[in-house]
């Protein structure tokens, strides 16, 4: 499967961009599917997953109750829907795939299958 994101952009601080990450070559409804983020000069790190099966959704501390993962399997694309932004937000945004069906908070980056190009999103303060 491929994976494109797009959706990044520049916001303020306080404000919302919805990144997306849109599937070919095989269905997001098939895999665990996951965003990651990585800012400049620190290690990439999870951000937030949904589970193939349950649709289950897991967050990172740090963005949970400001961000939300959703899937649409008729546009075969996977969201991220991220408000009140910080500047410490701002990073490469990451869309993955995870075959089978495991609990999607128990994985590592390395562990992903198939990986998009990124999105940046950068927040002003």
């Known amino acids: 499967v491929q994976l494109q994101a797009s959706g990044g952009g520049l ?3 306080g404000g919302s961009l919805r990144p997306s990450c849109t599937a070919s070559g095989g269905t997001v ?3 665990g599917m996951g965003w990651f983020r990585q800012a400049p000069n620190k290690e990439r790190e999870f951000v937030a ?3 193939r099966s349950t ?3 897991y967050y990172a501390g740090s963005v949970k109750g400001r961000f939300t993962i959703s899937r649409d399997s008729a546009k075969n694309t996977v969201y991220l829907q991220m408000n009140v932004l910080k500047p410490e937000d701002t990073a490469v ?3 993955a795939a995870k075959a089978g069906n495991p609990i999607m908070s128990t994985l590592i980056g390395d562990q992903y299958d198939y990986w998009g190009q990124g999105t940046l999103v ?3 303060s």
């Open 11 to 13: 916001v303020q601080a």
């Open 29 to 31: 409804s098939s895999y």
């Open 49 to 51: 997953a949904i589970r």
């Open 55 to 57: 649709s289950a959704t």
């Open 93 to 95: 945004y990451y869309c």
């Open 122 to 124: 950068t927040v002003s």
